[in-house]
């Protein structure tokens, strides 16, 4: 029995050594935000073909 | 040096307790400047009234945007992460001097941007999307206010590690530290994007960089708008459990999903910024789909486990203290009489009927066609940042002026009734824009009957009814703010100390007594309110799509 209660022990206090470590969280939040929301975003942006230049000018009369 | 709160038994950093009070009085300070705003604002969308011209109109809907949604909410932000990070966990303050300093630069930028404004030189409104340009001095005022923020955030990490350091607390973090520790990530986060495009766009301003994309300055700019409201969500929801235990002794039924809650708030509600770019061409439906999905709904989820979490506390608590008849008296013998209480209460419905439903409603890219760029919109962050964060702000407050200022409420009568009006006032305000919104009405329209324009748009005639209904609701929130801000203005100058625990007018509850016996749900009165409002939640979902579908008719 205490052989099978020992696994939940260390997986519980892992999970919370996970959760009371804010600079990890921190680390976290700023990486998935940066890849998912800004990187992926700016690399679209970047791939968009430019404007043909005689359509540019025709806008910007 | 410390002195020991007779009320709450805490441990207070005097340098601590000073810095928490001038970010207070300056969150006030911006609330007043954004009213007086709004007020204006309110009576120049109203047509009959229409009291503004174009150029004073959008010169305030930029003044009132930037004190309303940055300087009071972040301002306040920074009084709370300080009581957060030392009067909560018995501990001091790391550096009192750069607090200072991070003070000093936020009222600079306060200042600054806010004459600027008012001289005239900067009508681009708060997203100041580019090509717009404003003034130099109106970006390095928001960059100022913008490093001293992220320098109060520095200094909250810093107080948590001497906390930790000096052992003031036990193994975890109590529950509202950790919430405000999640809304102190989210922070970096926002401050970072705002220094990655303000900064260029400073430089652009000042002719030094010769262009800015537009459509990379909305990307990022977005990353700043949008997730400072998440700052809000994050510190108001620690509030919520804050005021459980403060009101009726009431803790998380279960802390450590309420804390997996805020785990899912860091990692996944900042990627909501993208919102504000479902009808832009520049991006893919895929980077659309996965970021207004908070990463398929994870961080809406957190906020369904915060939506049980905490009325679920003050009803376990309730229960404990023997209000256990029936499915609601815990709810019917609640302390109504305590102002931060009934603020507390009020804003969670509001948050949750109003500001949560549109949320992922508007959220989502085939709903939000129906009211992109309509009134709608700010008629849902009527619903989140003003029913939700500002109403829970004012709440704490009431707890504020006698612990932190140690003076006795002046009209405790009126703060008693204060969070209701501002309740009704705002759920007038927000409804009515947001039916608006789904009429057709633009937002950030100083004319919307087009006059003038070389075509003709006639609205449903129900517009009428509502605008009228907003101009109501607007009025009825601006004098409960009125109210509050001279409660609060007259609590911390003329009145009475507090000389012990018996000057309190408002219960400083000890923790609910354990369970006795305990069989069947924990708190089934509110498992039932839950359900009610994902009912109201289905059926609203159901309508928009139902709308949706007459709008374009597929065959």
């Known amino acids: 029995m205490e052989n099978e209660q020992q696994p939940n022990k260390e997986k519980a206090s892992f999970g919370r050594m996970i959760m009371d470590d804010y600079m990890l969280l921190l680390f976290l939040g700023v990486t998935i935000y940066a890849i998912f929301y800004l990187i992926w975003g700016v690399m679209e942006l970047s791939n968009l073909p430019a404007i043909p230049e005689e359509i540019k000018k025709t806008l910007i009369k | ?555």
């Open chain 2, 1 to 555: 040096m410390f002195r020991t709160c007779d009320i709450t038994g805490f441990k207070v950093d005097l340098q601590s307790q000073k810095l928490i009070k001038v970010n207070a009085v300056f969150a006030v300070i911006s609330l007043l400047l954004a009213v007086v705003a709004a007020i204006l604002l309110v009576f120049t969308r109203y047509q009959p009234v229409h009291l503004l011209g174009a150029e004073w109109y959008y010169r305030l809907v930029t003044f009132h945007g930037l004190n309303a949604l940055i300087f009071w909410i972040i301002f306040f932000e920074v009084a709370g992460l300080y009581f957060g990070s030392t009067v909560v966990l018995n501990s001091r303050f790391c550096a009192p001097r750069l607090g200072w300093i991070a003070f000093g630069l936020m009222a600079a930028g306060l200042v600054m941007s806010n004459v600027i404004i008012l001289m005239g030189k900067a009508d681009v409104m708060l997203t100041s999307y580019t090509p717009l340009k404003a003034h130099p001095l109106y970006y390095l005022g928001i960059i100022l206010f913008a490093v001293g923020a992220l320098v109060a955030v520095i200094l909250f990490f810093g107080n948590l590690m001497i906390a930790k350091r000096e052992k003031t607390y036990g193994e975890s973090l109590p529950l509202f530290t950790y919430g405000l520790m999640t809304a102190a990530i989210i922070a970096v986060i926002t401050l970072a994007s705002g220094a990655i495009i303000y900064i260029p766009t400073f430089l652009w301003s000042l002719g030094i960089i010769d262009n800015i994309d537009p459509g990379m300055y909305k990307l990022i700019w977005w990353g700043l708008g949008h997730s400072s409201q998440q700052i809000n969500v994050a510190a108001m929801v620690s509030i919520w459990y804050m005021v459980s235990q403060l009101s009726v002794g009431g803790t998380s039924i279960n802390e450590r999903i309420s804390r997996s809650a805020f785990v899912l708030y860091i990692l996944f509600i900042c990627l909501a910024s993208a919102h504000h770019l479902l009808t832009d061409p520049g991006v893919s439906s895929a980077w659309k789909v996965w970021n207004t999905s908070y990463a398929m709904y994870l961080a809406v989820l957190a906020s369904m486990i915060h939506a049980f979490a905490v009325p679920s506390s003050f009803e376990s608590a309730q229960r404990r203290w023997g209000y256990n008849k029936g499915l609601f008296q815990w709810l019917s013998k609640a302390p109504w009489g305590n102002p931060a209480f009934s603020a507390i209460i009020l804003a969670i419905i509001g948050f949750g009927f109003i500001g949560g439903t549109t949320g992922v409603i508007f959220g989502m890219e085939q709903t939000n066609i129906i009211v992109h760029n309509t009134i709608a919109i700010p008629g849902h962050f009527k619903g989140t940042v003003v029913i939700g964060t500002t109403l829970t702000f004012m709440g704490i407050t009431y707890y504020l002026i006698p612990l932190i200022f140690r003076r006795k409420i002046v009209g405790f009568k009126l703060a008693q009734w204060q969070p209701w009006l501002f309740f009704i006032g705002i759920a007038l305000l927000s409804i009515s824009m947001i039916v608006l919104g789904q009429l057709g009405v633009p937002r950030r329209h100083w004319d919307s009957t087009f006059s003038g324009a070389p075509f003709n748009y006639n609205f449903n005639p129900a517009v009428d009814f509502f605008w009228a209904l907003m101009m109501l609701g607007g009025v009825l929130a601006f004098l409960s703010t009125l109210i509050w801000i001279l409660i609060v203005v007259f609590s911390v100058t003329i009145g009475k100390k507090i000389t012990g625990p018996q000057d309190m007018q408002l219960k400083v509850s000890p923790l609910a007594p354990p369970a006795k016996k305990h069989k069947g749900f924990e708190a089934p009165g509110t498992l039932i309110l839950t359900l009610i409002f994902l009912l109201v939640f289905m059926a609203l979902f159901f309508l928009n799509w139902k709308w949706l579908a007459a709008t374009w008719n597929v065959k």
